[in-house]
């Protein structure tokens, strides 16, 4: 199976809009114009995954982010027998091709500390 997977011919949408992506299977980069491809993933349902991503405290950070996905048509769809390793295989050629730094660092999470004059939001702790 060919699948186009460079990100100059996927539909994009800003990462603030994420809402309106579809709920399809699919393969996604998120980055920005400066750096198109930061993080290369895969998704069962594109919209489910990007409402509680697990690097959504890195992708928040990223200036004027975008994510750029290929949907899995329905006639590739009926083809496949197993959805999960054709996604793998598609993410893990795009991430070798690409290099894209966030999918080599480890995940963030957001530490929320409360102080006197209210809740203060701290970045940068490894997620265990």
């Not at 990100?7 to 992506?21: A, E, G």
């Not at 998704?43 to 990007?50: F, G, I, P």
């Amino acid at each position: 199976m060919k699948l186009n997977l460079n990100y100059k011919d996927m539909s994009v949408l800003s990462y603030i809009h994420r809402r309106k992506l579809p709920s399809a299977p699919g393969i996604y980069y998120v980055g920005n114009h400066d750096c198109p491809v930061m993080y290369i993933g895969l998704a069962h349902n594109l919209k489910k995954r990007h409402l509680n991503h697990h690097r959504q405290v890195q992708f928040n950070k990223i200036q004027n982010a975008v994510i750029y996905y290929r949907v899995l048509a329905e006639d590739v769809l009926t083809k496949i027998s197993n959805l999960r390793a054709v996604l793998m295989r598609l993410e893990k050629q795009s991430i070798s091709y690409y290099k894209p730094p966030l999918n080599y660092t480890p995940v963030l999470r957001a530490i929320y500390l409360q102080d006197r004059k209210g809740v203060i939001l701290r970045f940068g702790q490894n997620e265990s």
